[in-house]
């Protein structure tokens, strides 16, 4: 083998090596940016929740459940499957939340006196204050995983603590 021939294979080896360790860097960047935008897209996401769960529970009918809450899921399974008993958890929470605003609705169409008398706004603060935590939960986690700080889209509470 000629000197000419072996520092070229070396050339070669090299740049064949730097092509791979770009290959690498460029896709974790382009996953951190696509997580990042996710946890940013997730987060508004769940500040949207939380005025939308506020604004049935301030409404006079029950609008059924057409919340935000399935972006945040779509953003978690595209991005973050590791939140998986996380997201469940809020899930199983917002399950109990719509049971409680049904039944609420109904009582206070059926039986505005009985209603009037139940003790709808303790029960309600109670499960908003789970909300609330588990909300928390999520959102600190999605501001970890997504690598850069986020722009402060917690979900504030609009109900006192």
């Known amino acids: 083998m000629t000197l000419p021939l072996y520092h070229a294979l070396w050339i070669a080896t090299a740049l064949a090596v730097i092509a791979i360790a770009s290959g690498f860097i460029t896709r974790w960047l382009k996953l951190r940016e696509f997580r990042r935008a996710q946890a940013e897209e997730a987060l508004d996401a769940l500040a ?63 039986d505005p006196e009985a209603w009037l008398e139940s003790d709808h706004d303790a029960q309600f603060m109670l499960l908003w204050s789970e909300h609330r935590e588990a909300v928390h939960a999520l959102a600190e986690r999605l501001r970890q995983r997504a690598g850069e700080p986020l722009m402060d889209a917690e979900p504030e509470s609009v109900y006192p603590v």
Request: aromatic share 12%; net charge positive; glycine share 6%.
């Open 48 to 110: 949207g929740y939380s005025e939308w769960l506020a604004a049935q529970r301030r409404g006079t009918a029950f609008g059924g459940d057409r919340s935000p809450l399935a972006q945040v899921r779509r953003c978690q399974q595209a991005a973050f499957p590791e939140f998986a008993p996380a997201m469940a958890a809020l899930l199983a929470l917002h399950a109990r939340l719509l049971d409680f605003l049904w039944r609420q609705q109904l009582l206070r169409t059926r």
